[in-house]
C-alpha cells in the first residue's frame, strides 16, 4: 500500500467535503483508522477547512441564543452518578465562577470538594448519612447500592426463572409423549380387542382381498356380518393417499359395481364401518378416487380384490 | 458575539458536551454560530429561515451529541454536515434548488465577506483571506458550504470535472499550508 499516493490521490479531500460515495467513505474510513499518517492528513484537511469557516461568520441574529437555549434542557447534568468526574471539571467552573451562569449543581460540587463546609452547605448528605465521614449525598449511594442490589437480584431472578421455565416445558413436552405413547397403546389394545371379537363371531365372513398388480403389497380384510349384512373394513396395509384422492370399497353384485363407501383417510389400526353389503354380493374391491368418492370405480386404480 | 471566558480544547469540549454541560454548549453556540450560520445563509439567503434552520440544527446537535464520534472527524466537520444538510432540506422543501449564483454575483459576495472580515482580523489574515483565487474560492463553497458534489459544480459553472476536482485539491493544498499547524 502506496499510502503516499492514497493520499495525494485526493479521495481524502472529496472525503472532507463529503462528496464521496458512501462505499468511499468506509473506504476511508477504514484507511484512516489503519494508517496513521492518513489519519493525520485528514485532520489536517478538516482543521484547514474547519480554520478557513471560522473566517467566515455571518452573526445570527442575537435573540436567537436564548429562544434556542430556552429549548434545551440540562437537567441531566443533576442526575450524572459520575461525581468524581464531575469534580474533575471543577477548577474550570470555579474559575469561570463569576462570568458563566451558574449550574443549579454547582454548590452540591463543591461542597463535595470542601469536606469541612459540607455539613453547613449541604444538610441533605449530613442528616440522611449521620456520622460517617462522607462526601457524597448518601441517598445518591443508597439508590447506587439499591439499584446495583436489585439489578443483581433480577439478573439472578430471571436466570432461575428461564431455567425454571426451561424444565417445566422439557417436562410439559415428555409428558405430552408419553400421553401420545399412551393413546396409541391404548387405541392399538382396542383395536386388536376389537379385531379378535369380530373374528370369533361364526356370523362374521372375513374376506380378504389382496393387491392386485398396482400394488401387490396391498392387503385389506372385510368383515361382513351375514346375519346383518353391516361390513367392516381392517386395513392391513395400503399406501397412503395422495393430496385429493380417498379410497372407495365396491362390492360386485349381478356382475355391477356398487358403492360400499369411501374409506376413512385415517385408516390404519382401526376398524372402519362401511355400508351394509348386498346379501348377493360376489366380490369386493377397493379403488383410488377423488377425494369424496366417484358414481362408478376407475378400474385402472383398483388396488385389492378379494372373491366372497 | 458574547463570548464565555471558559476555554476549551476540542477533547474537554467534547467531553463536556456529551455530558449535557451548559457551558459548554454556550461555548459551541458562540464559537461556532457565525460559521455555521454564514453556510446556512449561503443555501438559503433567506435570513430568517436560516435562523429557523441554525436553531433546529443546533438542537440536533445537543440532541445527537452522543452519536459523534470523534475517531471519524473533528467536531467541526460533525456539526457543518448537521447544518448544511438542514440548510439543504430546507431548500428542498421550499421545492426549489439552493441558491446559486452566477460567478460575478459570488466573486462579488465573497469580496464582502473578505472586507467584513477586514475590519477584524489583523493584517497577518488579510493574506489568508485573500489567499484563494477566486475561483477557486467559489469551488471551495461551493463543495464544502453548500454540498455541492464535483459534478453538480462542474455542471453548474460549466467547467469540465477534472478542472474542478484539481482546482479543489489545490485550494485544499493552500488552505493546509496556511494553515499549517
Known sequence: ?308 | MATSKVKYSEEELVVALKRNERTAFEFLYDHYSGALFNIICKTLRDEERAADVLQESFLKIWKNIASYNPEKGRLFTWILNIARNGAIDAARVEGRKPIMDDIDDRVALNERDTSEELNTVSSDMKSIVNMLRPERKILIDMAYFQGYTHEEISEELKIPLGTVKSRIRTALQELKQYFAV
Open chain 1, 1 to 308: 500500500m502506496n499510502i503516499q499516493a492514497y493520499i495525494e490521490s485526493g479521495i481524502l479531500e472529496e472525503y472532507v467535503l463529503g462528496t464521496v460515495s458512501p462505499q468511499e467513505k468506509q473506504e476511508v474510513e477504514c484507511m484512516s483508522h489503519i494508517y496513521p499518517e492518513i489519519k493525520e492528513e485528514l485532520m489536517r484537511t478538516e482543521s484547514a477547512l474547519e480554520q478557513y469557516a471560522l473566517k467566515h461568520q455571518t452573526p445570527p441574529p442575537a435573540f436567537l441564543k436564548e429562544t434556542l437555549f430556552a429549548q434545551m434542557n440540562f437537567d441531566e447534568v443533576t442526575e450524572e452518578p459520575e461525581s468524581t468526574e464531575a469534580i474533575s471539571a471543577e477548577p474550570t467552573l470555579v474559575q469561570s465562577d463569576d462570568n458563566i451562569k451558574k449550574l443549579p449543581v454547582d454548590s452540591d460540587f463543591r461542597a463535595e470538594v470542601q469536606p469541612g463546609q459540607a455539613r453547613e452547605v449541604n444538610t441533605d448528605a449530613t442528616i440522611a448519612d449521620s456520622g460517617a465521614t462522607v462526601i457524597y449525598p448518601s441517598w445518591a449511594k443508597f439508590a447506587v447500592a439499591a439499584s446495583i442490589l436489585f439489578a443483581a437480584l433480577f439478573g439472578w431472578s430471571a436466570l432461575q426463572m428461564s431455567g425454571v421455565k426451561k424444565q417445566n416445558e422439557q417436562y410439559a413436552a415428555e409428558m405430552a409423549v408419553l400421553k401420545s405413547d399412551m393413546d396409541v397403546v391404548k387405541k392399538d389394545a382396542e383395536y386388536k380387542d376389537a379385531l379378535a371379537s369380530l373374528y370369533r363371531n361364526p356370523h362374521h365372513k372375513v374376506v380378504r382381498m389382496a393387491g392386485l398388480e398396482k400394488s401387490p403389497q396391498s392387503i385389506v380384510a372385510a368383515i361382513w356380518d351375514t346375519k346383518t349384512n353391516d361390513v367392516l373394513l381392517d386395513v392391513q396395509n395400503l399406501p397412503a393417499t395422495p393430496a385429493g384422492k380417498q379410497y372407495q370399497l365396491w362390492t360386485i353384485v349381478d356382475g355391477k359395481p356398487v358403492d360400499m363407501g369411501v374409506l376413512d383417510q385415517e385408516f390404519s389400526h382401526k376398524v372402519l364401518k362401511m355400508k351394509q353389503a348386498n346379501p348377493g354380493a360376489v366380490a369386493f374391491a377397493i379403488t383410488l378416487e377423488k377425494t369424496g368418492g366417484s358414481p362408478s370405480p376407475t378400474m385402472e386404480d383398483m388396488f385389492v380384490m378379494g372373491k366372497v
